[in-house]
């Protein structure tokens, strides 16, 4: 077989295993996501389940090229090769739908086992375990450049998802053609693993050795190596999902802006084991210096807040400081002998960093200060790299002092005027009194991240006027009203403050489904709306969706969908299946207003697709109110009679809901944010 065709095979091979492995983390999410709602809570466990899985695949790669020789390695992983194939199709088995009482984090985990476990398992070994073939060949010394090939292909699959294959095709069609994929895979491996075993049972002499001129090392590692290889991936993971957290909660809620991090992130890995020619430390290193102490200052400054600027700042960040991190990494790669251990200890470095920002911060830190802590221990890494020589040593410390200065003052600054700040798995929570020139106008807010969760006036004679969103005339206020004089039955989805039960009366029955147990604790201690309504307040914790299927009809006269504020749009919550459920809890002239309000995603069009498929009626209520205590809003009200619609004051305050052209009505099965952006 010419040189060619097998330099062929085995690229083909990296690069279709980079690219599923990618692929099939947000397919796998999306189907299980109505599920178990709470897409913050799905995805973090999918990822952890990810990070776990790769980094035993590396493990087993280590093992098995360092105990068990060519032939055996080759039985061994051809016959898992074929017993994966059991798994297909990876669609999601009815049987693991959870009937509420099952812990979700534990159930989660074990259907990502039984759907994907093995497949994801031998698409982890992939990348190392035949690049350690490709050391025996005798093209052995450019080994590296195909771990480059498999984060380009990784990169390719993480902007090919969203932009080509979600909006064409259904979770179903995009299942089966993974499990079609996954059989070409499995036959370019095996081949691959076959072929070496065959031709190159055991390394070549010289094989694993690099050109002179490379900076990569031939000697046995030592631990400081091992400990510099597991410290620079750790430090780069920390940075990605710091900046991630702190772009998308602090700076803007825009939908997508997680692409740009994880881009940027994905391409430093491209650019440094492509080869040594883009790693240039006289350019990185002063840029990379340049870059921390202008992302530290804007933590604690406008400068990082602002997204005209703090966009570019963070991701320019993010970008030279991963080019320093994997580029000092890539100049510390050894032989091939030691290439397996390698990448063990990179995957493991990642998982640590990973693990340090989405699981044990949320439960340490009070607010999103670990990019904080990350920029200065970047900057005392560079202290230990450059031990031998004083004057970088001294440079990076006194970087490493100005990045927890910076930090020192962000505490300072979110303590100012900060009454409550609590933050768990869901996010960062505050409450802060802000006075607008005259003690009748002074409130009281609640944020979730940069998203303005509600206000109540401080003033007594005030407290139980509706603000912000939930005006008189807004969309729900209007529903409210509209519903009968007598006793009425009103369903909230998502609390907030509870501003909307000052609309409660006597009678009346509010009941509201909230994900997050901080909020019911913030909207009792730090507000009065539920305290001074006069209707009766019930309460159920957990995902709205998931408590409705559950529950006998509720009869609601007015369910309000107010959950789509943010970045994190929780889908599940407004497709065709959920509106199914909604309507089995409606009375025949009930009204379902959904809360739409966004800047980056146009909201409306979807629930009039929606709705029109099922023959219902709908009504978009646009509010811009003169008082400054309310917010324009924009309300979808969605009814099986029409003539709720027609009364007086909805329709005079209806509007057209401008259509999106080739927009079909979102299920469970298909749908796509990137369609509805504005």
């Known amino acids: 077989m010419r040189p060619a065709i097998i330099k062929a095979l085995f690229a083909g091979t990296i690069f279709t295993s980079a690219f599923l492995l990618f692929l099939v983390q947000p397919l796998i999410a999306k189907q299980i996501l109505p599920w178990f709602g709470g897409s913050a809570a799905v995805w973090s466990i999918c990822m952890?389940?990810?990070?776990?899985?790769?980094?035993?695949?590396?493990?087993?790669?280590?093992?098995?090229?360092?105990?068990?020789?060519?032939?055996?390695?080759?039985?061994?992983?051809?016959?898992?090769?074929?017993?994966?194939?059991?798994?297909?199709?990876?669609?999601?088995?009815?049987?693991?739908?959870?009937?509420?009482?099952?812990?979700?984090?534990?159930?989660?985990?074990?259907?990502?086992?039984?759907?994907i476990g093995l497949p994801y398992f031998l698409l982890s070994t992939t990348g190392p375990l035949v690049q350690s073939w490709v050391a025996r060949t005798p093209w052995g010394a450019q080994v590296y450049r195909y771990f480059s090939l498999s984060n380009f292909a990784s990169l390719a699959s993480l902007l090919s998802y969203p932009v080509l294959i979600e909006?064409?095709?259904?979770?179903?069609?995009?299942?089966?053609?993974?499990?079609?994929?996954?059989?070409?895979?499995?036959?370019?491996?095996?081949?691959?693993?076959?072929?070496?075993?065959?031709?190159?049972?055991?390394?070549?002499?010289?094989?694993?050795?690099?050109?002179?001129?490379?900076v990569t090392k031939a000697a046995r590692p030592g631990l400081g190596d091992h400990l510099m290889w597991l410290a620079l991936p750790a430090l780069g993971s920390w940075l990605l999902l710091a900046i991630t957290n702190h772009i998308t909660q602090n700076v803007a809620a825009i939908p997508f802006l997680w692409v740009l991090p994880l881009s940027v992130y994905l391409l430093s890995f491209v650019l440094t084991f492509e080869s040594d020619r883009w790693y240039r430390r006289a350019v990185f290193v002063p840029l990379a210096a340049v870059m921390l102490a202008l992302c530290a200052f804007g933590l604690q400054d406008s400068l990082g807040s602002d997204l005209r600027t703090a966009l570019p700042i963070y991701v320019v960040g993010l970008f030279a400081l991963c080019m320093f991190l994997h580029g000092e990494m890539s100049r510390l790669r050894p032989g091939s002998a030691y290439l397996t251990r390698f990448y063990l200890m990179l995957s493991l470095g990642g998982a640590l960093g990973g693990v340090s920002v989405g699981l044990i911060a949320p439960h340490v830190l009070p607010a999103y200060y670990e990019l904080g802590v990350g920029l200065t221990l970047c900057a005392l890494i560079g202290a230990v790299l450059w031990r031998q020589r004083r004057v970088g040593m001294a440079a990076s410390l006194a970087l490493a002092g100005a990045s927890a200065w910076f930090l020192f003052l962000q505490v300072n600054v979110d303590a100012t005027g900060v009454r409550r700040m609590q933050r768990n798995f869901y996010g960062t929570l505050v409450t802060l009194d802000t006075q607008r020139g005259s003690a009748r106008d002074d409130v009281r807010q609640m944020y979730h991240g940069s998203v303005k969760h509600g206000e109540q006036y401080l003033a007594p004679e005030r407290r139980r006027e509706p603000t912000t969103y939930y005006g008189p005339r807004s969309g729900v206020g209007l529903a409210i009203s509209a519903a009968p004089a007598s006793s009425r039955q009103v369903g909230l989805i998502g609390l907030g403050?509870?501003?909307?039960?000052?609309?409660?009366?006597?009678?009346?029955?509010?009941?509201?489904?909230?994900?997050?147990?901080?909020?019911?604790?913030?909207?009792?201690?730090?507000?009065?709306?539920?305290?001074?309504?006069?209707?009766?307040?019930?309460?159920?914790?957990?995902?709205?969706?998931?408590?409705?299927?559950?529950?006998?009809?509720?009869?609601?006269?007015?369910?309000?969908?107010?959950?789509?504020?943010?970045?994190?749009?929780?889908?599940?919550?407004?497709?065709?299946?959920?509106?199914?459920?909604?309507?089995?809890?409606?009375?025949?002239?009930?009204?379902?207003?959904?809360?739409?309000?966004?800047?980056?995603?146009?909201?409306?069009?979807?629930?009039?697709?929606?709705?029109?498929?099922?023959?219902?009626h709908v009504a978009l209520v646009h509010d811009e109110p003169a008082e400054p205590g309310l917010r324009n809003t924009d309300w979808v009200l969605v009814a099986r009679d029409q003539a709720v619609l027609t009364r007086d004051a909805i329709r005079i305050a209806s509007s057209t809901i401008d259509p999106i052209p080739g927009l079909e009505p979102w299920t469970d099965d298909n749908n796509n944010l990137f369609s509805v952006l504005k």
């Open 497 to 616: 403050a509870g501003t909307l039960a000052t609309y409660g009366r006597a009678g009346d029955v509010y009941r509201v489904y909230e994900i997050n147990p901080e909020v019911f604790d913030l909207a009792d201690t730090e507000f009065s709306f539920l305290a001074d309504s006069r209707a009766r307040i019930e309460r159920v914790l957990g995902d709205a969706r998931l408590a409705l299927e559950r529950e006998p009809a509720q009869a609601f006269d007015v369910l309000a969908v107010d959950a789509f504020s943010g970045d994190s749009v929780p889908i599940h919550l407004i497709t065709s299946e959920a509106m199914d459920v909604y309507l089995r809890h409606m009375r025949p002239e009930g009204i379902v207003a959904f809360h739409v309000t966004n800047r980056f995603l146009a909201l409306a069009p979807v629930v009039e697709k929606i709705a029109q498929a099922k023959g219902l």
């Open 167 to 214: 909006p064409r095709s259904t979770l179903v069609q995009q299942a089966w053609g993974w499990s079609l994929a996954y059989g070409v895979f499995v036959l370019l491996c095996a081949a691959t693993t076959l072929y070496v075993a065959r031709h190159w049972a055991a390394p070549a002499r010289g094989a694993g050795e690099l050109p002179s001129g490379t």
């Open 48 to 115: 952890v389940f990810f990070q776990v899985v790769l980094l035993a695949g590396y493990a087993y790669s280590d093992w098995v090229t360092r105990r068990l020789g060519a032939w055996a390695q080759a039985k061994l992983h051809v016959g898992l090769l074929l017993a994966s194939l059991a798994f297909l199709p990876i669609v999601t088995s009815a049987r693991w739908k959870p009937t509420g009482s099952e812990d979700p984090t534990l159930w989660i985990l074990g259907l990502l086992l039984g759907t």
